[in-house]
């Protein structure tokens, strides 16, 4: 049975980076069937609506995306297309694995770290922000609730176990936010009984953010919620070499979302030099997803071995080829 991929270009340097990821992925083998979907800048110019109901009716027949960047229109629309897309298809859990590359600028040669995101909650709520007529106060509402913090914690524990990882560590600030993250910090020690199997510790979240730059060597998985776990996944994202190496993944009971994590970068857009290595690895991680291991490492592997020669690299890894002319050297190197 073929598989249907819904794909979203994306906008800015999304559509470049989206035709060289599926040109690694059409020689894999695998036979899938692309369905093309709009979004974002090109779907509001097109069709009126930054985030079409078919886009998000194709997505939900499917059970699987692979999305490049969006760019959300300052000052209309949603907050953020990429949180409207994780709530409404109940996206729990991000995934940003960051894994070192052989050959690229990054300060650390051994890092493999991977961070679990709660997805849907906690200070990315759209709901209860609200600012006086002055504009003098602004406030905002923080929800986090037991059974999200559980979803998140076990996803993070049973993919440690299924990746065979060793070490667990909770990211909160306990001891300040009492109730949200606190309730957060209670229900990760609780859990943290039923894998014994596992090292498991904790971390506030100011002093993670240092050992992470200090001595990031001692980190494996690091689970927390939504805010800090988007500052901590850059974070992981820069002793690596940067967003433009990182995958992101966004699980839900139903549906599955791949993506580059970095943005638009609508200043090169159009020139054909942006890097595609973190939609190309994303695209891995959604091949992985439905199955296929070891052709998902084939391709992690083959981009190991292209950042590791140094051939055909883009600008911003030091190199001075095309976004096609890398995909080309990342297919001469999948088999």
Known sequence: MTQKIIVIKGDGIGPEIMDATLAVLDQLGLNFEYEFKEAGLAALESQGDLL???????????????????????????????????RYFKLFANVRPVISF????????????LTIRENTEGAYLSEGQT??????????KIVVTREASENIVRYAFELAKKAGRKKVTAVHKANIMKTTSGLFLEVAQEMAKEYPGIKFNTLIVDNACMQLVMNPE?????????????????????????????????????????????????????????????LILAAAMMVEHLGYVDKANRIR???????????RLTGDMGGRAKTAEYAEAVISRLN
């Open 131 to 140: 600012i006086n007529k002055e504009r003098t106060i602004a406030e905002s």
């Open 102 to 113: 052989p050959g690229t600028l990054a300060r650390y040669s051994d890092i493999d770290i």
């Open 52 to 86: 079409p109901q078919d886009t998000l009716d194709a997505i939900s027949a499917q059970g699987v995306c692979l999305k490049g960047p969006l760019t959300t229109p300052v000052g209309k629309g949603f907050s953020s297309i990429n949180v409207a897309m994780r």
């Open 301 to 311: 592997q083959a981009v190991t071995k292209t950042i590791g020669a140094r051939d």
């Open 218 to 278: 001692q980190f494996d998985v690091i689970v927390t919620t939504n805010l800090f776990g988007d500052i901590i996944s850059d974070i992981c994202a820069g002793l690596v070499g940067g967003l433009g190496l990182a995958p992101g993944a966004n699980i839900g009971q139903d549906v599955a979302m791949f993506e580059a994590v970095h943005g638009s970068a609508p200043d090169i857009a159009g020139q054909k030099i942006a890097n595609p290595t973190s």
